[in-house]
């Protein structure tokens, strides 16, 4: 049933899921799901998804990201970010893959691929 | 050599037939051993730590249910041997994880030997397999000292090595060889929409290396079924510690 050769390697996925708050320095070497709050920073290796009712005050860092909720904070994405329709974003973007869905809202500056392509107000 | 330990429970009269028809068995297939039979005032440590110094005991077979194999887990690490369980009476949750059978069938996989390594969870320097289990109480996580999580209401806490979700069960699969234990909080929120009174239940999921659970109130934990009481816990995780006789219906 379990995979002894890359049990150990792997992070595991993190769930936050709502009615749960985390504050501090967070950090994953798997994939983490937020559906919850979080204060203070998020770095996590591999998959990030934020859902709709989460709230995060974080400096983020991740892998890939798929957003739907609120995250106020700079965010860092070594991959794709998909910024889903009722997503916001307050705070800086460096990304190198970026989808922004009709509706989503960024106040900040887009980096891609290390120089800064746009400033986005919402 | 083997060396058997008897709960005292085992020793009832209603267990008397079934605990000899596994004598006669271990006999047969050779492995007949040392039996230690606890009672009151007995404690397996000691008689096993003797075991081990007087270089007899290389296999450490609980006979009894999980409480009984609580009683063994620590010394079983400490001396390096392997743990074998012979499973009797109810509230066996540990055989059935590593796929033993009840009672005399039972000592056919003792004899197959399929020997596995695997992580075993610290909780306030007490050992488990499975799981421990945080009655709902105003609690907060701590995490490796970076960060605290902290549910918003009254939540049940589990915090799980070896771990497959039962019939009523929730939750992943934790897999005891991953050097992790699952943190799993299950509260209830309420939901917006048409019926206010209606609540939802939220399942948090943190594999965490190291972390304490602090409570508001004192409450009653339970340590693979086994009771202990405290408003503080230090969890820690002892990656291939603890090796363990096997059957083929074994969940990892």
Redesign the interface.
């Known amino acids: 049933?379990?995979?002894?050769d890359e049990?150990?390697r792997?992070?595991?996925?993190?769930?936050?899921?709502?009615?749960?708050?985390?504050?501090?320095?967070?950090?994953s070497d798997?994939n983490v799901t937020i559906?919850?709050?979080v204060v203070?920073s998020i770095k996590a290796a591999g998959h990030l998804e934020v859902g709709s009712e989460a709230k995060i005050k974080a400096d983020v860092s991740a892998g890939s990201a798929v957003v739907a909720g609120d995250i106020s904070g700079n965010i860092v994405v070594t991959g794709k970010l998909d910024l889903l329709e009722n997503s916001r974003l307050d705070g800086d973007v460096t990304v190198n893959v970026l989808s922004v869905a009709p509706g989503a809202k960024i106040n900040g500056r887009v980096t891609m691929n290390g120089k800064i392509e746009t400033e986005a107000v919402s | 050599m083997y060396l058997y330990i008897y709960d005292a429970f085992v020793q009832d009269k209603k267990y008397e037939k079934e605990l000899q028809k596994v004598e006669n068995r271990l006999t047969d297939l050779g492995i007949a051993g040392k039996i230690v039979r606890l009672g009151l005032f007995r404690r397996a440590d000691e008689f096993i730590r003797d075991e081990v110094k007087r270089g007899g005991a290389t296999t450490v077979v609980a006979v009894g249910n999980d409480a009984t194999v609580r009683q063994v887990i620590d010394v079983a690490v400490e001396a390096k041997v392997v743990l074998g369980i012979i499973p009797f009476g109810p509230d066996n949750r540990i055989a059935a994880m590593f796929g033993v059978p009840e009672g005399e069938a039972a000592c056919d996989v003792l004899s197959a030997r399929i020997v596995e390594t695997i992580d075993t969870g610290v909780v306030n320097n007490k050992r488990f397999i499975c799981e421990v289990s945080i009655p709902a109480a105003k609690a907060e996580i701590n995490c490796e000292e970076n960060y605290k999580v902290t549910p918003q209401g009254r939540g049940t806490i589990g915090v799980r090595n070896l771990f497959v979700p039962g019939e009523n069960e929730s939750g992943p699969v934790s897999n005891p060889f991953d050097g992790r234990l699952e943190v799993v909080i299950n509260i209830a929120t309420k939901s917006g929409g048409w019926n206010f009174w209606r609540s939802e239940r939220g399942e948090s999921v943190l594999p965490l290396k190291s972390f304490d659970v602090r409570t508001q109130e004192p409450v009653t934990i339970l340590i693979d079924g086994v009771p202990s009481d405290g408003t503080r816990f230090d969890f820690s995780v002892e990656p291939g510690t603890l090796k363990v006789v096997t059957g083929k219906n074994r969940v990892f």
Do not use: H, P, Q, S
């Open positions: 049933m379990f995979n002894r049990g150990g792997e992070g595991g996925v993190t769930i936050i899921a709502r009615g749960v708050r985390v504050e501090g320095d967070f950090t798997g559906e919850g709050e203070g």
